[in-house]
Antibody, heavy 121, light 111 residues
């Protein structure tokens, strides 16, 4: 069974840096073609793709957020970490991580339960 | 604004067939697979259709996907009350060094 779970702070202050961890089980990020992605969803709004890291350390970022995002992986711990700098109220959202089982497009399955992050002073 | 364009809402009565469209461009739908995700109220998104028209195990065959050129569509036949959810199309986009893109989502209401 493949599972992913997001963890991190649920409340951050404006200008702070957000660090989220995706801990997964049931698959390995050493497997060729596999990746883990991050997606967010502001309350009542649409999904927004943020970043993706592949088994071979290749990384892709949303162009509009690239300067603020860093994605890393710890294969031994089965974790992927996303950091987002200079958080603001517009970054309030539920943040999801998901497995990308192969390099065939934006294939995300399964997803974690999500973590709601609120940005407020 | 989302890169992929979906109608914000759709509706149907139980038993009906409804379709949800998704429009993109040559850099995304035109050159890559389309995926559909279902998000039930209060839940995380779930993969519904992969590689344009493939159903993961456990997804009823009432759900089907298709793609033509730079557009795609999701069809739901024999509509049921439990199909009431938000539906998102998604694709990889080859522009700007590669990125994932989603549609704005379609809220399906079962009347």
């Amino acid at each position: 069974q493949i599972t992913l779970k997001e963890s991190g702070p649920t409340l951050v202050k404006p200008t702070q840096t957000l660090t989220l961890t995706c801990t997964f089980s049931g698959f390995s990020l050493r497997t060729s073609g596999v990746g883990v992605g991050w997606i967010r969803q502001p309350p009542g709004k649409a999904l927004e793709w943020l970043a993706l890291i592949y088994w071979d350390e290749d990384k892709r970022y949303s162009p509009s957020l690239k300067s603020r995002l860093t994605i890393t992986k710890d294969t031994s711990k089965n974790q992927v970490v996303l950091t987002m700098t200079n958080m603001g109220p517009v970054d309030t959202a539920t943040y999801y991580c998901a497995r990308r089982p192969s390099s065939d497009g934006l294939w995300l399955d399964p997803w974690g339960q999500g973590i709601l992050v609120t940005v407020s002073s | 604004q989302s890169v992929l364009t979906q109608p914000p809402s759709a509706s149907g009565t139980p038993g009906q067939r409804v379709t949800i469209s998704c429009s993109g461009s040559s850099s995304n739908i035109g050159n890559n697979y389309v995926y559909w995700y279902q998000q039930l109220p209060g839940s995380a998104p779930k993969l519904l259709i992969y590689k344009n028209n493939q159903r993961p195990s456990g997804v009823p065959d009432r759900f089907s996907g298709s793609k033509s050129g730079t557009s795609a569509s999701l069809a739901i036949s024999g509509l049921r009350s439990e199909d009431e959810a938000d539906y998102y199309c998604a694709a990889w986009d080859d522009s700007l060094s590669g990125r994932g893109v989603f549609g704005g989502g379609t809220k399906l209401t079962v009347l």
